[in-house]
Structure formats: structure tokens, C-alpha cells
């Protein structure tokens, strides 16, 4: 079946440290986006990428990073930089440039501090 | 900036219908209405999306206002699987500005 897959489910994260969450997509979307979402909060968007070799901030890019080198991946890392990390990380999908479509989320990635 | 609100809360009673409501009084005129559903510790799920017309699948139906400065998310007849956090979101045309309304839980008593 088709989908996004994240990985890990559960991930922590010492003072000082990189981490990479990991977004693939089998859907041969063209965008593809990350989200954070805090305790009993909405989303709040990250970083998105709706073409290879090119992304764009979001709303809380602060921190964190991206890159998109293939068209199904689209790895997060949250940086030293990000004082807050602890959220629940979201990764979704578009088929096309357009938002007449349905996004399609993954499971999310639960990062905490240790 | 545009900006979408929603009731916290809502309850329902089983096999009853349910209406959530969203208003989003700044959307523009490209803008997408999307509805997703969240159950604890999951990635959102699509539920329904519409321009001007109301929309209807086999999940729920979406009522939108001539004005389109709000949007009504319809099911039908609740169950026990519908209880989740709905969200109410403008997805530009072009998929590059989001606007999250901030959810409604939705509790369906048995």
C-alpha cells in the first residue's frame, strides 16, 4: 500500500545534540511538508518542499533544517538551536502544487529531551 | 493574516447527526477549505475539502456559506469511531499558505 512512513515512532534527544527524523513517501508526491504539534495543540508548519533540490520555510523554521535530494524523502533535523524540541513531528504529503487536494500525513515521530 | 477559529468541545450521542462549525472570516478567494481528523498519537486524516459548493463523500458532508466566512463539517450519524479532534484548515490554491484552525474535540456518548 502506499503512504509515508516516519521513523523512529519514538525518539530522544540529548542537550546539544542533532537529531534527524526521517519522512519517506511511495506516492510519487511532489510536495511534501513537516508539521510540529504540542500537547493538546493544532499544527504548526515547519518547513515544506514541493520540488527536489528546493524547500521553503514555514511559520517555526527556527532550529531546524531540511533537505530534499529525493523525491520520496524529506528528513527533518532538529538542531542544538531548537531550545523546545519536545513535540509530537508530523510529515505530509501533496500531489502536485496545489491545495485542491487531500494531504497525506504519516504517523508522526514523538520527540522528547533527555 | 487570515485565521480560522473553532469550538474546543463538542458531544454528541450516537447514530445522532453532528455539525462542527468553523469560521475563517479572512479567507481569500483561493483558498481551500480542508477538514482532517486526529485520534491521540496518529497522523491526521482527510476527511473532506471544497471551494464554494457544498461537498458531500462517503465520510461526511461539507456545508460552506455563500460568503464563505464559514464552514459547517456534517456527519451524518455519529459513532463511536468518529470521537477524534477535528481540524478546520485553508489550503491556498498553490499549497504553499496553510491557516490551522486550532480543533474541536469531538465526544460521542454511547
Known amino acids: 500500500d502506499g503512504g509515508i512512513t516516519q521513523s523512529p515512532k519514538y525518539l530522544f534527544r540529548k542537550e546539544g545534540q542533532n537529531v534527524t527524523l526521517s519522512c519517506e513517501q511511495n506516492l510519487n508526491h511532489d510536495a511534501m511538508y513537516w508539521y510540529r504539534q504540542d500537547p493538546g495543540q493544532g499544527l504548526r508548519l515547519i518547513y515544506y518542499?514541493?520540488?527536489?533540490?528546493?524547500?521553503q520555510k514555514g511559520d517555526i523554521a527556527e532550529g531546524y533544517s531540511v533537505s530534499r535530494e529525493k523525491k520520496e524523502s524529506f528528513p527533518l533535523t532538529v538542531t542544538s538551536a531548537q531550545k523546545n524540541p519536545t513535540a509530537f513531528y508530523l510529515c505530509?504529503?501533496?500531489?502536485?502544487?496545489?491545495?485542491?487536494?487531500?494531504?497525506?500525513f504519516g504517523d508522526g515521530t514523538r520527540l522528547s529531551i533527555l | 493574516d487570515a485565521k480560522t477559529t473553532q469550538p474546543n468541545s463538542m458531544e454528541s450521542n450516537e447514530e445522532e447527526p453532528v455539525h462542527l462549525p468553523c469560521n475563517h472570516s479572512?479567507?481569500?478567494?483561493?483558498?481551500?477549505i480542508h477538514w482532517y481528523r486526529q485520534l491521540p498519537s496518529q497522523g491526521p486524516e482527510y476527511v473532506i475539502h471544497?471551494?464554494?459548493s457544498n461537498v458531500n463523500n462517503r465520510m461526511a458532508s461539507l456545508a460552506i456559506a455563500e460568503d464563505r466566512k464559514s464552514s459547517t463539517l456534517i456527519l451524518h450519524r455519529a459513532t463511536l469511531r468518529d470521537a477524534a479532534v477535528y481540524y478546520c484548515?485553508?489550503?491556498?490554491?498553490?499549497?504553499?499558505?496553510?491557516?490551522f484552525g486550532p480543533g474541536t474535540r469531538l465526544s460521542v456518548l454511547p
Open positions: 471544497g471551494l464554494t
Open positions: 479572512t479567507i481569500s478567494g483561493t483558498d481551500y
Open positions: 505530509a504529503s501533496l500531489p502536485g502544487r496545489w491545495g485542491n487536494q487531500p494531504q497525506h
Open positions: 518542499s514541493q520540488i527536489v533540490n528546493d524547500f
Open positions: 484548515i485553508l489550503i491556498d490554491n498553490y499549497g504553499q499558505n496553510f491557516v
